[in-house]
C-alpha cells in the first residue's frame, strides 16, 4: 500500500488512514483468534515461497535501486539470509510455543507454573535502505513465527525494492493480515505514532531516538537495531594476513554499507605499513577494477556517496592521509584508508557506513580496550589473534551487541544467534527464538492444586497462621 496512492482522491489525513488500517488488524487478530501452530507456519512458508518465486525480479529491484548492487551480495545477504530465517522459525516455532514449565517455590507448592507465550498483536516494523529485503522480512518473521499480524515501512531510498514488497505481501497475505505502508519521513513518523503492541524499528540512532519518543506517548515497546562504529582490533599475536584478508571482505561487502560492517581499525603500530600494503593488494585482488565489476555495488545515492566525499575530505583537509585502493567509478567508491586521523575529525567520530577504514595505531592492547570504551557502545566488535588470552581479554573488558574472534559480519547470518546492539547501538534483540520473543509475551500461568495449604492463611490470623509464617521466615 503506498500513500501517495492512497493520497489520491482521499481527503483523509494520513495518520487517520493508518490507524485505520491497525485497527483493522487488531480487529482480525482478536476476531480469528489467535493464530495457531499452522497458520503460523503457513504464514512462515508464504514469505519463503514470495522471495523463491521472485528471487530475479528481487535481484533487479535492488540492482536498480543500487545503481549497481552484486547479485552474489543480493542472494547471499538478502535471498539466503531471508530463506535461513523463516527455515529456522517453522523449524523452531512448535518448541517456542509451548507453555514452559517453571520451578515452583517450596512456598507455594504443590501449585504449577509455566510461561505460555502469547502474540502481542499487531507489530509494526521500520526497515532502511541497506539491506531492503532483509531488514523488512528478517523482523517480519519473528513477528509471524509468534502469531502477530504486521505493518511495515520500508525506506524511501529503494523505492523499487519498496514497491516490489508491497506487491509480493498483497498477492501473499490479506490486507488485515500484513500490510507495507510506503512512504518517507513524514510516513515514518504518522508510523512511529501509532498504537501498536510492538514497534520495531533498523536504522540510525538519531532516528532511533526519535521513534522512542513518538513509541513512549502509546507505552508502545520498541525494539531499535541502530548502527554506530563497529571496531575491528587485531592483537600483536594475530595472523596478519588472516586478519586483512577478512577485514577487507567485511569491509566492501555492499560497498561497507553494513550496520556490523568493521568501521575502523585498531592495531599495534609495528603492523600498521603491513597491513596497510596488504590491505590495499587485497581490495585490488578482490575487485580489480570498479567500472563495469559485477561484483562491487554501488553506494546507494547521491546523498551518501557526497557524505561519505565529504567525511574523507574532511579527513585530509585535518591532516590525515588518505590511501585508495584503485579509482573510484561513478558512485563506486573504492576501499579509501584513512592514516593518522584524529578524534576530531568526521571518520573518528561518526558512523562511517561506506569503503572507508581508519587505520589507528595502539601501544598496547590495553590501550585498544580503552579506546573501544571511551566511546560509545559499539554493535559488534571483531577481534583477531591467535592467544586466547589476549582474546579474552579484550572479549571481557569491551561491551558490544555482538563479536566475533577472527572473522566480521557473520554471526549476523546465524539465527541460533541473538541479533541486537547494546546502549547507542540498540535494544533489543531478534532472529530465531530470541525474534520470537520479542514479539511474544511470556505471560506467567498459576495453576493451583485442589489440595492446597492456603487456608492457613485466611484471617483473622491464629496460632497457625503465624507458626506457619514464623517458618517461612526461618527459611534461608
Ligand atoms: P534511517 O534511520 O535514516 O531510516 C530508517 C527508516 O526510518 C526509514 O524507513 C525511514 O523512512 C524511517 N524514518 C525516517 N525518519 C523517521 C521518523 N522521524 N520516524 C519514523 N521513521 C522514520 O536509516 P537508514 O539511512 O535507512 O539506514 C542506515 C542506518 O541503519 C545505519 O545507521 C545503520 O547502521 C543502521 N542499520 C542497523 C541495522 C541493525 O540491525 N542494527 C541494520 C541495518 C542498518
Known amino acids: 500500500m503506498s500513500m501517495a496512492h492512497m493520497a489520491d482522491g482521499q481527503s483523509q489525513p494520513l495518520d487517520e488512514t493508518l490507524n485505520e488500517l491497525l485497527r483493522a488488524m487488531q480487529t482480525a487478530h482478536l476476531r480469528d483468534g489467535f493464530a495457531d501452530l499452522a ?47 523463516v527455515r529456522h522459525a517453522k523449524g523452531g516455532v512448535a518448541k517456542w510455543m ?17 510461561l505460555l507465550p502469547q502474540p502481542l498483536g499487531v507489530a509494526g516494523i521500520i526497515s532502511p535502505w541497506n539491506y531492503p529485503l532483509l531488514m523488512a522480512l528478517s523482523p517480519l518473521v519473528g513477528a509471524l513465527a509468534a502469531g502477530n499480524r504486521a505493518m511495515v515501512k520500508p525506506s524511501e531510498f529503494t523505492p523499487r525494492t519498496s514497491e516490489l514488497l508491497a506487491e509480493m505481501i498483497a498477492k501473499k497475505f490479506t490486507a488485515d493480515e500484513v500490510a507495507v505502508v510506503q512512504g518517507g519521513i513524514e510516513v515514518g513518523a504518522a508510523f512511529a505514532a501509532l498504537p501498536f503492541d510492538h514497534l520495531f524499528f533498523t536504522g540510525s540512532t538519531n532516528v532511533g531516538r526519535k521513534v522512542m519518543a513518538a513509541a513512549a506517548a502509546n507505552l508502545t515497546p520498541v525494539t531499535l537495531e541502530l548502527g554506530g562504529k563497529s571496531p575491528a582490533i587485531i592483537a ?20 561497507g554499507q553494513t550496520c556490523v560492517a568493521p568501521d575502523y581499525v585498531l592495531l599495534p603500530q609495528a603492523q600498521l605499513d603491513a597491513f596497510v600494503e596488504k590491505a590495499l593488494a587485497v581490495a585490488v585482488r578482490f575487485y580489480p577494477d570498479l567500472a563495469d565489476n559485477p561484483d562491487y555495488s554501488s553506494i546507494v545515492n547521491q546523498a551518501q556517496f557526497d557524505r561519505l566525499q565529504g567525511m574523507i575530505r574532511d579527513a585530509e583537509t585535518q591532516g590525515a592521509r588518505v590511501l585508495t585502493a584503485s579509482v573510484g567509478v561513478g558512485r563506486k567508491l573504492p576501499l579509501t584508508l584513512v592514516l593518522d586521523s584524529t578524534d576530531a575529525m568526521a571518520v573518528r567520530r561518526e558512523e562511517i557506513f561506506g569503503p572507508v577504514l581508519p587505520v589507528i595505531p595502539y601501544g598496547d592492547l590495553d590501550a585498544a580496550i580503552g579506546h573501544v570504551n571511551g566511546g560509545e557502545r559499539p554493535l559488534a566488535l571483531y ?70 495449604g492456603m487456608w492457613v492463611l485466611n484471617p483473622p490470623y491464629g496460632a497457625k497462621a503465624k507458626a506457619l509464617i514464623k517458618l517461612l521466615l526461618k527459611r534461608p
Not at 514469505?47 to 547471499?76: H, K, P, W, Y
Open 98 to 114: 509451548r507453555p514452559r514449565r517453571r520451578a515452583m517455590d517450596l512456598a507455594f507448592k504443590p501449585a504449577r507454573a509455566t
Open 236 to 255: 600483536p599475536d594475530a595472523n596478519l594476513d588472516v586478519a586483512v584478508t577478512s577485514i577487507v571482505r567485511g569491509k566492501l561487502f555492499n560497498a
Open 383 to 452: 577481534a583477531y589473534g591467535r592467544d586466547r588470552a589476549n582474546i579474552d581479554r579484550v572479549l571481557r573488558s569491551t561491551i558490544s551487541g555482538g563479536a566475533v574472534v577472527n572473522d566480521c559480519l557473520i554471526h549476523a547470518g546465524v539465527e541460533a544467534l541473538p541479533f541486537g546492539g547494546v546502549g547507542t547501538s540498540g535494544m533489543g534483540q531478534y532472529h530465531g527464538q530470541e525474534g520470537f520473543e520479542t514479539f511474544s509475551k511470556l505471560k506467567p500461568v498459576m495453576y493451583q492444586s485442589r489440595l492446597n
Open 39 to 85: 497458520l503460523r507456519c503457513d504464514r512462515l512458508g508464504r514469505i519463503g515461497a514470495m522471495v523463491r518465486e521472485n528471487q530475479n525480479t528481487i535481484i533487479a529491484a535492488i540492482d536498480a535501486d543500487f545503481g549497481g548492487r552484486s547479485r552474489e551480495e543480493t542472494l547471499l545477504a538478502e535471498v539466503f539470509t531471508t530463506l535461513s530465517s
